[in-house]
C-alpha cells in the first residue's frame, strides 16, 4: 500500500501541470453548454424561433461527433495532445465567438452549429481526458475527477456571469465578448501548462517509441468486438439520456409541486456543489476499490433521485434532497465512464475508444431532454417521465457488475500485480 501511495504522490509532483491545464480546458470549453440556457429566451424573442428549434443546433452537432469522434481521438494519439488542444481550443473559441452571426434566418443557426461540430472535438473532454489518463495510472481516477471539476465551476459562473452579459450587451454581442474572453485567459496557460511530446504514461516513456504501441490494450477494432465496450456503450446513452433530462426539468418539477420558481432555482444551485463533491468522492474510490463495484452504486444512484423527485410534494428539503442526489451522480459519470475505459479496454487507443463512449453519451445529451420534453406534453406531467428514468438506470448499474476485474492498469510491468491486488467484494 505504502508502494501505492508513493507512486500516486510521484504522478501528481510530475504530471499537475497537466490536470490543471486540462481543468482550465474543461471548465472553458463547456461554456457554449451552460450559457445557451441564459440565451435561448433572448433570442428565440428576437427572431421568433421556437425553443425545440435553437435546441436542435446542439443534436446536431452531437450526431456529427459520434461519426468522427473516434477518429479525432486516434490522430491525437499519434500526434499529441498539445498539438491538437492549442489550434483546437483557438478554434472553439472562434466557433463560440461565431453564434453571435446567427439571424435573422434560422438555418444560419444551424450552420453555426455544423461549423462548430468540425471544429469542437479538437478540444473537448475526451482530449483533456487523454492528456490526463496517459500520464496517470495509480491515480488516474482523481487525476480526472480533477480535471472535469472544470464543469462545475463553469456551471457555477457561466450561466451568471452570461446573463450579466446579455442584459448588458445582448445575446448576439455575448457569445463574441464569452470566445474572445476564454481565448485570452485559457490558450497563453494552457500553452504554458500542456507538456510537449506525445502522450504515454511512464512505462511507455521508458520503452521508447510510439506510446499507442508500447502500451497495453485493445485496438478500436478489438473494442468493437468485446462485450465489455457494449457494457459501456450502454451505460453511456442511459446516463447521457437521462441526467442532462433531470437536470432540464428540475426547476418545473418543483414547481409543478407546489414550490415557487425562486425557490426551486435556488435548490437547483446544489446540484453544481454537489457535482463537484460527487466528482472528487468517485474519483478517489475508482483508485482504491473495484472500479465496476464503484461504478455500479454511481449509475444506480439516480434511481434514488427519480425516487426521491416523485415525492418532492411541496417539500423544499426533499426537493434540495433531489438536487444533492442529482448533483452527486451528475459529477461522476463521466469521469467514471473513462476510468473504465482505461481500465477495461487499455490505453493503446484510450481516445479512440473513449471518444466513441463519449459520443453515445452526447447523442444522449442531445435527444434527451427533446424528447422527454414530448413524454411530459403527451401525459401531462412528470410522474410517467421519472418513473421510467428511474427504472432505466438500474440496467446499466446492472450490467457494470457483469465487466469482471479489469485487465489493464497503464503499466505493462504491473498489470498482472495489480489486478490481483483488487480487493473482493
Same mark, same amino acid.
Given at each position: 500500500?505504502?508502494?501505492?501511495?508513493?507512486?500516486?504522490?510521484?504522478?501528481?509532483?510530475?504530471?499537475?501541470?497537466?490536470?490543471?491545464?486540462?481543468?482550465?480546458?474543461?471548465?472553458?470549453?463547456?461554456?457554449?453548454?451552460?450559457?445557451?440556457?441564459?440565451?435561448? @429566451?433572448?433570442?428565440?424573442?428576437?427572431?421568433?424561433?421556437?425553443?425545440?428549434?435553437?435546441?436542435?443546433?446542439?443534436?446536431?452537432?452531437?450526431?456529427?461527433?459520434?461519426?468522427?469522434?473516434?477518429?479525432?481521438?486516434?490522430?491525437?494519439?499519434?500526434?499529441?495532445?498539445?498539438?491538437?488542444?492549442?489550434?483546437?481550443?483557438?478554434?472553439?473559441?472562434? %466557433?463560440? %465567438?461565431?453564434?453571435?452571426?446567427?439571424?435573422?434566418?434560422?438555418?444560419?443557426?444551424?450552420?453555426?452549429?455544423?461549423?462548430?461540430?468540425?471544429?469542437?472535438?479538437?478540444?473537448?473532454?475526451?482530449?483533456?481526458?487523454?492528456?490526463? %489518463?496517459?500520464?496517470?495510472?495509480?491515480?488516474?481516477?482523481?487525476?480526472?475527477?480533477?480535471?472535469?471539476?472544470?464543469?462545475?465551476?463553469?456551471?457555477?459562473?457561466?450561466?451568471?456571469?452570461?446573463?450579466?452579459?446579455?442584459?448588458?450587451?445582448?445575446?448576439?454581442?455575448?457569445?463574441?465578448?464569452?470566445?474572445?474572453?476564454?481565448?485570452?485567459?485559457?490558450?497563453?496557460?494552457?500553452?504554458?501548462?500542456?507538456?510537449?511530446?506525445?502522450?504515454?504514461?511512464?512505462?511507455?516513456?521508458?520503452?521508447?517509441?510510439?506510446?499507442?504501441?508500447?502500451?497495453?490494450?485493445?485496438?478500436?477494432?478489438? %473494442?468493437?468486438?468485446?462485450?465489455?465496450?457494449?457494457?459501456?456503450?450502454?451505460?453511456?446513452?442511459?446516463?447521457?439520456?437521462?441526467?442532462?433530462?433531470?437536470?432540464?426539468?428540475?426547476?418545473?418539477?418543483?414547481?409543478?409541486?407546489?414550490?415557487?420558481?425562486?425557490?426551486?432555482?435556488?435548490?437547483?444551485?446544489?446540484?453544481?456543489?454537489?457535482?463537484?463533491?460527487?466528482?472528487?468522492?468517485? @474519483?478517489?474510490?475508482?483508485?482504491?476499490?473495484?472500479?465496476?463495484?464503484?461504478?455500479?452504486?454511481?449509475?444506480?444512484?439516480?434511481?434514488?433521485?427519480?425516487?426521491?423527485?416523485?415525492?418532492?410534494?411541496?417539500?423544499?428539503?426533499?426537493?434540495?434532497?433531489?438536487?444533492?442526489?442529482?448533483?452527486?451522480?451528475?459529477?461522476?459519470?463521466?469521469?467514471?465512464?473513462?476510468?473504465?475505459?482505461?481500465?477495461?479496454?487499455?490505453?493503446?487507443?484510450?481516445?479512440?475508444?473513449?471518444?466513441?463512449?463519449?459520443?453515445?453519451?452526447?447523442?444522449?445529451?442531445?435527444?434527451?431532454?427533446?424528447?422527454?420534453?414530448?413524454?411530459?406534453?403527451?401525459?401531462?406531467?412528470?410522474?410517467?417521465?421519472?418513473?421510467?428514468?428511474?427504472?432505466?438506470?438500474?440496467?446499466?448499474?446492472?450490467?457494470?457488475?457483469?465487466?469482471?476485474?479489469?485487465?489493464?492498469?497503464?503499466?505493462?510491468?504491473?498489470?498482472?500485480?495489480?489486478?490481483?491486488?483488487?480487493?473482493?467484494?
Amino acid at each position: 500500500m505504502t508502494s501505492n501511495s508513493s507512486a500516486a504522490v510521484r504522478e501528481w509532483r510530475e504530471n499537475w501541470r497537466v490536470v490543471l491545464a486540462a481543468s482550465i480546458g474543461v471548465c472553458l470549453t463547456i461554456l457554449h453548454f451552460y450559457t445557451l440556457g441564459v440565451i435561448l @429566451g433572448p433570442m428565440s424573442r428576437d427572431y421568433g424561433w421556437s425553443k425545440t428549434a435553437i435546441t436542435a443546433g446542439p443534436t446536431i452537432s452531437a450526431m456529427i461527433y459520434f461519426l468522427i469522434a473516434s477518429r479525432v481521438g486516434r490522430f491525437a494519439s499519434r500526434v499529441g495532445v498539445r498539438r491538437v488542444v492549442l489550434p483546437g481550443f483557438a478554434g472553439y473559441c472562434f %466557433a463560440l %465567438a461565431m453564434f453571435g452571426l446567427a439571424g435573422p434566418s434560422l438555418w444560419t443557426w444551424y450552420a453555426l452549429w455544423l461549423l462548430f461540430a468540425l471544429l469542437y472535438p479538437f478540444a473537448n473532454n475526451n482530449i483533456w481526458c487523454l492528456s490526463v %489518463a496517459s500520464r496517470f495510472d495509480r491515480s488516474r481516477g482523481l487525476a480526472l475527477a480533477v480535471a472535469l471539476c472544470g464543469t462545475g465551476v463553469a456551471s457555477a459562473i457561466a450561466p451568471y456571469a452570461a446573463a450579466l452579459a446579455v442584459a448588458e450587451f445582448g445575446w448576439a454581442r455575448t457569445y463574441p465578448l464569452m470566445g474572445l474572453t476564454a481565448l485570452a485567459i485559457g490558450w497563453p496557460l494552457i500553452w504554458w501548462l500542456m507538456p510537449r511530446g506525445a502522450p504515454g504514461t511512464a512505462a511507455s516513456k521508458k520503452a521508447g517509441g510510439d506510446s499507442t504501441l508500447t502500451l497495453p490494450g485493445h485496438t478500436f477494432a478489438e %473494442a468493437l468486438r468485446d462485450r465489455r465496450f457494449w457494457i459501456l456503450v450502454f451505460a453511456a446513452a442511459v446516463l447521457g439520456f437521462g441526467m442532462p433530462t433531470l437536470m432540464l426539468h428540475f426547476v418545473s418539477i418543483g414547481i409543478e409541486n407546489g414550490i415557487s420558481a425562486t425557490e426551486a432555482a435556488a435548490a437547483a444551485g446544489l446540484i453544481g456543489v454537489s457535482a463537484i463533491c460527487g466528482r472528487l468522492t468517485a @474519483g478517489v474510490l475508482m483508485d482504491v476499490l473495484p472500479g465496476r463495484f464503484v461504478a455500479g452504486v454511481m449509475f444506480a444512484a439516480p434511481a434514488l433521485a427519480c425516487a426521491v423527485m416523485l415525492n418532492v410534494d411541496g417539500s423544499l428539503t426533499t426537493l434540495a434532497i433531489g438536487a444533492c442526489v442529482i448533483g452527486l451522480c451528475t459529477g461522476a459519470e463521466f469521469d467514471v465512464l473513462a476510468v473504465l475505459v482505461s481500465r477495461y479496454m487499455g490505453m493503446r487507443e484510450f481516445a479512440a475508444i473513449n471518444g466513441q463512449v463519449a459520443a453515445v453519451f452526447g447523442l444522449g445529451v442531445g435527444f434527451g431532454p427533446a424528447l422527454s420534453s414530448v413524454v411530459v406534453d403527451a401525459t401531462g406531467s412528470y410522474d410517467v417521465l421519472l418513473t421510467g428514468l428511474g427504472m432505466a438506470f438500474l440496467f446499466p448499474a446492472a450490467l457494470v457488475l457483469a465487466l469482471g476485474k479489469p485487465p489493464y492498469h497503464g503499466h505493462p510491468a504491473e498489470d498482472e500485480a495489480l489486478a490481483a491486488e483488487e480487493p473482493a467484494l
